[in-house]
């Protein structure tokens, strides 16, 4: 590093470093040229159509109770699943790296199951579980819980569909973990408690955060199988991108779109957010 | 601290990895663990330490059942072969590691752990690393953060897997004049693995060879390599030449020529004569019990080695002699190879 270049460390200018792994300038090109194809154009073009808005109208629409409602939906829910997939799923992948059960390739298997199943197939499936007259809703009845057709509904179909991201990120990183250093804490007097808490958890947590954010990125993208389960009564279990279905269908494009950016851009700093702590994290265990 | 080993026996499915080991290691010293790789040394290293557990056998610290202890309680210090030191860790927190985990009335205050800390990395002479991270250091650095972090829990047993396997030769040989001193100035029994032999001559009280998920033999360096007493040992520890033999009733025979040579009250039938290649004298061919042919002679540095064919029972066995400065050899020439000092063991053993 700093081989007689303009500037020294890290604050260099210049974002090109001498490496002995060659070809950076052809993969950066190849990398925007095919983000701004996938990506950047479609958003751009996003972008353009809220411009046929006022800006006074564009504020309307997006501070409407309807749209702020159907948002906080989608982003308070979404971040619920998240949350409830990074525990239950480190326990499933906890079981799956560390413990060797009859079943175990099956239950591995199962994991991906979300990945691959069409999501209105999982929204009628899970409609049917937890609607009130269904296997699990008619348990849960008597005990005046109501999942199908409330917000509870979306956060079970959120959960479904996020659950393999966290498995599969951070499963990996758990198995490639040597039992050497939870070894050497047990023999320095740490607990198993102590142990996990202080070593393992530590490890994992890069691998985890990642895990949250795919997570947490699909729960506001979701669609198919929520649509089916949340009832979608607005202000209460309707979310945003059901509402911008509808404002499609009654060809209000504009309308649809500005709720769009509004998403949009609340995930770009959202999923910054994350992926900067997770590169701090990442940063602390693998210092060069 | 003294430790016991009585008869301990470890299986992995089918295979023995420890086949009833008994060893006595005496308070305040410093043992190595010396043998092949795969002959059973991490094995019974882990087993002391509390890591794994024996099938059969007994371990005891000062008299006292220590398999009822898990690792946590026998107050070890464990130093991996690759270190294991904790990479979100910085240097001071991983040596602080085994204080901080202390609850309840065992909480080490935190100005305590500080001057503790301190303390060790002066001791390891790395203070300057606190605030770098494991990853930011160098093997031997790294080495010493290991070393440190065992010692923060005042263990009245170290226990060292290979502590410098992974380092060049230099810096070895500079941290184990200097884990010397420590063990020394610590009252901490030690016990260490190595299959360097060189190491484990210079830097033990006593050394332990094992073999096979045996130990072989256990001695001073001096007596290890003067008296093995097996030819596993004679082999493993130091330079051996090997010469094939036979033993008939009772006297030694190099094919069908009967030897001068004592037989050592070996038993009837094929038999090595090993020894040091600086205790086997060059003779005429004729006089000497043994002859063959030269293949090669390399000088390196002060040392001169001679590949040397004999003649052996399944046909022609070739040994490395070495060669006195002094002395003609001619390759392809005859030579004959007379053993001043020499020990003969039935070929099977
Ligand atoms: N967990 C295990 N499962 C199966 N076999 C094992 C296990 N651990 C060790 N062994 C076997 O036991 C034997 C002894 O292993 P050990 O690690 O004690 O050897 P070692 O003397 O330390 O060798 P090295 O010098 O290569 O480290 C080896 O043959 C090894 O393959
Ligand atoms: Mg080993």
Same mark, same amino acid.
């Given at each position: 590093?700093?081989?007689?270049?303009?500037?020294?460390?890290?604050?260099?200018?210049?974002?090109?470093?001498?490496?002995?792994?060659?070809? &950076?300038?052809?993969? $950066?090109?190849?990398?925007?040229?095919?983000?701004?194809?996938?990506?950047?154009?479609?958003?751009?073009?996003?972008?353009?159509?809220?411009?046929?808005?006022?800006?006074?109208? &564009?504020?309307?629409?997006?501070?409407?109770?309807?749209?702020?409602?159907?948002?906080?939906?989608?982003?308070?829910?979404?971040?619920?699943?998240?949350?409830?997939?990074?525990? $239950?799923?480190?326990?499933?992948?906890?079981?799956?790296?560390?413990?060797? &059960?009859?079943?175990?390739?099956?239950?591995?298997?199962?994991?991906?199951?979300?990945?691959?199943?069409?999501?209105?197939?999982?929204?009628?499936?899970?409609?049917?579980?937890?609607?009130?007259?269904?296997?699990?809703?008619?348990?849960?009845?008597?005990?005046?819980?109501?999942?199908? $057709?409330?917000?509870?509904?979306?956060?079970?179909?959120?959960?479904?569909?996020?659950?393999?991201?966290?498995?599969?990120?951070?499963?990996?990183?758990?198995?490639?973990?040597?039992?050497?250093?939870?070894?050497?804490?047990?023999?320095?007097?740490?607990?198993?408690?102590?142990?996990?808490?202080?070593?393992?958890?530590?490890?994992?947590?890069?691998?985890?955060?990642?895990?949250?954010?795919?997570? &947490?990125?699909?729960?506001?993208?979701?669609?198919?199988?929520?649509?089916?389960?949340?009832?979608?009564?607005?202000?209460?279990?309707?979310?945003?991108?059901?509402?911008?279905?509808?404002?499609?269908?009654?060809?209000?494009?504009?309308?649809?779109?500005?709720?769009?950016?509004?998403?949009?851009?609340?995930?770009?700093?959202?999923?910054?957010?994350?992926?900067?702590?997770?590169?701090?994290?990442?940063?602390?265990?693998?210092?060069? | 601290?003294?430790?016991?080993?009585?008869?301990?026996?470890?299986?992995?499915?089918? *295979?023995?990895?420890?086949?009833?080991?008994?060893?006595?290691?005496?308070?305040?010293?410093?043992?190595?663990?010396?043998?092949?790789?795969?002959?059973?040394?991490?094995?019974?290293?882990?087993?002391?330490?509390?890591?794994?557990?024996?099938? @059969?056998?007994?371990?005891? *610290?000062?008299?006292?059942?220590?398999?009822?202890?898990?690792?946590?309680?026998?107050?070890?210090?464990?130093?991996?072969?690759?270190?294991?030191?904790?990479?979100? %860790?910085?240097?001071?927190?991983?040596?602080?590691?085994?204080?901080?985990?202390?609850?309840?009335?065992?909480?080490?205050?935190?100005?305590?752990?500080?001057?503790?800390?301190?303390?060790?990395?002066?001791?390891?002479?790395?203070?300057?690393? @606190?605030?770098?991270?494991?990853?930011?250091?160098?093997?031997?650095?790294?080495?010493?953060?290991?070393?440190?972090?065992?010692?923060?829990?005042?263990?009245?047993?170290?226990?060292?897997?290979?502590?410098?396997?992974?380092?060049?030769?230099?810096?070895?040989?500079?941290?184990?004049?200097?884990?010397?001193?420590?063990?020394?100035?610590?009252?901490?029994?030690?016990?260490?693995?190595?299959?360097?032999?060189?190491?484990?001559?210079?830097?033990?009280?006593?050394?332990?060879?094992?073999?096979?998920?045996?130990?072989?033999?256990?001695?001073?360096?001096?007596?290890?390599?003067?008296?093995?007493?097996?030819?596993?040992?004679?082999?493993?520890?130091?330079?051996?030449?090997? %010469?094939?033999?036979?033993?008939?009733?009772?006297?030694?025979?190099?094919?069908?020529?009967?030897?001068?040579?004592?037989?050592?009250?070996?038993?009837?039938?094929?038999?090595?004569?090993?020894?040091?290649?600086?205790?086997?004298? *060059?003779?005429?061919?004729?006089?000497?019990?043994?002859?063959?042919?030269?293949?090669?002679?390399?000088?390196?540095?002060?040392?001169?080695?001679?590949?040397?064919?004999?003649?052996?029972?399944?046909?022609?066995?070739?040994?490395?002699? @070495?060669?006195?400065?002094?002395?003609?050899?001619?390759?392809?020439? %005859?030579?004959?190879?007379?053993?001043?000092?020499?020990?003969?063991?039935?070929?099977?053993?």
């Amino acid at each position: 590093m700093g081989h007689g270049s303009v500037t020294a460390g890290r604050q260099s200018i210049s974002f090109r470093r001498r490496s002995v792994i060659p070809g &950076f300038g052809l993969t $950066f090109g190849l990398t925007v040229t095919w983000l701004s194809l996938i990506v950047l154009i479609p958003l751009a073009a996003l972008v353009l159509k809220t411009t046929e808005l006022s800006f006074e109208r &564009f504020v309307a629409i997006v501070t409407a109770p309807r749209t702020l409602h159907a948002l906080a939906v989608s982003f308070g829910i979404s971040f619920a699943a998240a949350l409830v997939n990074a525990v $239950f799923g480190t326990l499933v992948m906890w079981a799956l790296v560390r413990y060797d &059960f009859p079943g175990r390739r099956l239950v591995d298997a199962i994991v991906d199951v979300p990945f691959a199943l069409p999501t209105a197939v999982a929204g009628i499936a899970l409609t049917a579980l937890y609607a009130e007259n269904g296997w699990i809703g008619s348990l849960l009845a008597p005990l005046g819980i109501k999942v199908a $057709f409330t917000p509870l509904g979306i956060l079970v179909a959120l959960v479904f569909v996020g659950l393999p991201f966290v498995v599969r990120t951070v499963q990996p990183v758990l198995a490639d973990l040597d039992k050497q250093y939870e070894e050497a804490a047990a023999s320095l007097g740490a607990s198993r408690g102590q142990t996990i808490w202080r070593v393992v958890l530590p490890t994992i947590w890069p691998a985890l955060l990642t895990g949250f954010a795919l997570a &947490f990125a699909r729960g506001i993208g979701e669609y198919g199988s929520v649509i089916f389960i949340a009832g979608n009564m607005p202000n209460v279990s309707e979310i945003a991108p059901l509402l911008i279905v509808v404002r499609l269908e009654e060809f209000r494009y504009a309308d649809a779109t500005a709720i769009a950016v509004v998403m949009l851009a609340t995930s770009f700093i959202l999923l910054f957010i994350i992926n900067r702590l997770q590169q701090w994290t990442e940063r602390r265990t693998t210092e060069r | 601290m003294t430790i016991d080993v009585v008869g301990v026996s470890k299986r992995f499915k089918s *295979f023995n990895a420890l086949d009833n080991v008994s060893l006595h290691v005496r308070s305040g010293e410093l043992v190595a663990l010396l043998g092949p790789s795969g002959s059973g040394k991490t094995t019974l290293l882990r087993i002391i330490a509390g890591l794994d557990w024996p099938d @059969a056998g007994e371990v005891r *610290f000062d008299g006292e059942d220590a398999l009822a202890r898990t690792v946590r309680d026998r107050n070890v210090g464990f130093v991996f072969q690759h270190y294991a030191l904790f990479r979100h %860790l910085s240097v001071f927190e991983n040596v602080a590691f085994g204080l901080r985990v202390r609850t309840g009335k065992d909480k080490v205050p935190d100005a305590a752990i500080r001057a503790r800390v301190s303390e060790l990395l002066e001791l390891v002479q790395i203070d300057w690393l @606190a605030d770098r991270y494991p990853g930011q250091l160098s093997g031997g650095q790294r080495q010493r953060v290991a070393l440190a972090r065992a010692l923060a829990i005042s263990p009245r047993v170290l226990l060292l897997d290979e502590p410098f396997g992974a380092l060049d030769a230099k810096v070895r040989k500079e941290l184990r004049r200097w884990l010397r001193h420590l063990h020394e100035e610590l009252p901490v029994t030690s016990l260490l693995v190595t299959h360097d032999q060189e190491e484990a001559l210079e830097l033990a009280d006593r050394v332990v060879v094992m073999g096979h998920g045996r130990i072989e033999q256990v001695g001073t360096p001096a007596e290890v390599y003067e008296n093995p007493a097996t030819a596993f040992v004679h082999d493993f520890i130091g330079e051996t030449l090997a %010469l094939p033999a036979e033993v008939r009733a009772g006297r030694l025979y190099a094919g069908d020529r009967p030897l001068a040579l004592d037989s050592q009250g070996t038993a009837d039938g094929p038999a090595r004569l090993l020894a040091r290649p600086h205790d086997v004298d *060059f003779a005429d061919p004729g006089d000497a019990p043994f002859a063959g042919r030269v293949l090669a002679v390399r000088t390196f540095g002060p040392v001169r080695r001679a590949d040397i064919e004999i003649a052996g029972r399944d046909g022609p066995v070739v040994v490395e002699a @070495a060669v006195p400065l002094q002395q003609d050899l001619a390759t392809g020439g %005859l030579i004959g190879l007379l053993p001043r000092k020499y020990r003969v063991f039935a070929a099977s053993a």
